[in-house]
């Protein structure tokens, strides 16, 4: 997990690097507030980049930018036929890191990357074709995912983290006091390098879900989900129905541990 987060940070780098490459006939609209985003279409849209203003960089005759009140942006193609294409690009800076933005919708075909982002309460909900990528410090409360291709967050520092996820590939790292998950049909959630004090984790479907929780885990898998335990709760409840099963992978990881160290001993 750690040469894929790696390899992911390098990702943003680069895409930030290029990204004034990536727009075109720029456009510099300033905004007071962002509380709310909103990408649809086939759009990219990234966020972050230190700045001292708050402002939205895009090509208008691709991309349509529209304000509403309370800090809500919303992001799409000018029209219904770039989808058909490979996507416009807008760009969005913030002069505190996003520090208000509260909820983020990735819709229909849009990705999203975005860097550097400390969200002091942050929702995201993604329903798209494309990928979402979001680094930082944040605390992340609630995370739906109905369908996507990749969807990667780290790190969250979190109270309370709230995640569903019907369909696609999930990567969380980070921490949180309480977790609650549930993984469903589709979903790939790879939670491993989430420290949990207190999880609630169900897998239903062909759901495949990794956990690392440290004082309680509260399980349950039916049909041919899979919960993966990375390391030994204080608590285990542990309910599952067959063929579905709860992976202890730290009693294997303990094993060899202590193996080892009957060998150093020796």
């Not at 203003?53 to 809500?72: H, M, S, Y």
């Not at 739906?144 to 969807?151: A, G, I, L, P, T």
């Not at 999930?170 to 921490?175: D, Q």
């Not at 956990?211 to 204080?234: M, Q, S």
Request: hydrophobic share 45%; glycine share 6%; with cysteine.
């Amino acid at each position: 997990m750690v040469i894929r987060v790696a390899f992911r940070l390098l990702l943003i780098v680069a895409s930030f690097t290029f990204a004034a490459e990536l727009v075109g006939a720029e456009t510099f609209v300033p905004y007071e507030e962002a509380t709310q985003l909103i990408c649809r279409g086939n759009i990219n849209v990234i966020l972050g980049g230190d700045s001292h203003l708050n402002v939205i960089e895009f090509d208008p005759a691709l991309v349509k930018v529209t304000q509403l009140p309370g800090g809500i942006i919303d992001i799409s193609p000018t029209s219904r036929f770039l989808r058909t294409l490979n996507g416009a690009t807008a760009v969005i800076r913030s002069n505190n890191r996003f520090k208000s933005l509260g909820q983020i919708s990735v819709l229909e075909e849009s990705s999203l990357i975005a860097k550097d982002i400390e969200s002091m309460s942050l929702a995201v909900d993604v329903k798209t074709e494309g990928d979402v990528m979001v680094e930082g410090v944040m605390n992340l409360n609630h995370l739906h995912v109905s369908k996507s291709r990749d969807v990667e967050i780290y790190w969250v520092d979190s109270h309370n983290l709230d995640v569903n996820v019907e369909q696609g590939n999930v990567v969380l790292a980070g921490r949180a006091a309480f977790l609650s998950m549930k993984g469903k049909e589709g979903a790939d959630i790879d939670a491993s390098g989430l420290i949990a004090k207190r999880s609630w984790v169900s897998g239903l479907g062909d759901a495949m879900i990794s956990v690392f929780p440290t004082r309680e885990l509260y399980a349950y898998t039916k049909d041919n989900a899979i919960i993966d335990v990375k390391e030994r709760p204080e608590v285990y409840a542990p309910l599952n129905q067959m063929p579905s099963s709860i992976v202890l992978n730290y009693v294997e990881m303990e094993r060899r541990a202590s193996a080892r160290t009957e060998v150093n001993i020796g």
